[in-house]
């Protein structure tokens, strides 16, 4: 189904009666995202600065990761995870393209390429963002019951399906930040092989 075909099929299900009738339950993660590991695989992390208090009710999760993961090389890509348990209308995922502007960086391309991850494939939201000459490359989708998307449309026609069959809304963001230095190659490597490490461990404490 193309991208106006999965909007129609948003607008009717959201104005069915059994849509607006439903209550999600609230979810939790299989483990606390304060425990996530700070090792993984080759990669390993140290803590972001904390989250402000009033940047934090604008977010609205219910749990978040924000660190900084290195590789031996000295690759680094930072990792902002944010889970909610439950979403409505007003306290949803924030898209990350709403909080580049306010920030000063600048989109300047953007493609949807499909990455490998063990024996899954799924396509990511490529970003490359600038600002006062620097660049970074900006990775993110929407992971939570059994599937990892890039299309906003599509997450949340599949968020007003699941909230009808299961009575579910939970999810996640997850959005990698790399530096660009010189050519995009070593930021797209450095992410592809991160991604490759991050996975596994995102099975552990989504929920299923």
């Known amino acids: 189904m193309n991208r106006r075909g999965w909007v129609l099929f948003v607008v009717i ?32 992390g140290v803590e972001g600065p904390p989250v402000e208090e009033d940047v934090a009710k ?25 889970f909610y348990g439950s979403q409505r209308q007003g306290d949803a995922i924030h898209s990350p393209l709403n909080c580049l502007p306010g ?4 989109p300047v391309a953007h493609t949807r390429p499909m990455v490998q991850a ?8 490529r970003y490359v963002v600038q600002k006062r000459g620097e660049r970074q490359l900006v990775t ?3 992971q939570g019951r059994d599937r990892a998307i890039a299309s906003e449309y599509v997450n949340k026609a599949y968020l007003l399906v699941d909230a009808v ?24 490597a450095a992410t592809a092989s991160f991604i490759t490490a991050l996975q596994p461990a995102l099975a552990r404490w989504l929920p299923r």
Do not use: C, K
Not at 118 to 125: K, P
């Open 165 to 188: 069959r299961r009575h579910r809304t939970d999810g996640a963001l997850i959005r990698l930040v790399a530096p660009i230095r010189g050519n995009e190659r070593a930021a797209d």
């Open 140 to 142: 993110y989708w929407f």
């Open 118 to 125: 063990g024996d899954s494939r799924f396509r990511v939201n």
């Open 103 to 106: 920030t000063g960086w600048t």
């Open 58 to 82: 604008v977010l609205g999760a219910d749990d978040y990761v924000n660190r900084v993961y290195v590789d031996p090389q000295g690759a680094a890509v930072g990792l902002w995870v944010a």
């Open 13 to 44: 299900l959201a104005a069915s009666p059994l849509a607006r009738g439903s209550d999600p339950i609230a979810v939790q993660p299989r483990l606390p995202f304060g425990e996530f590991p700070l090792q993984l695989s080759a990669w390993r």
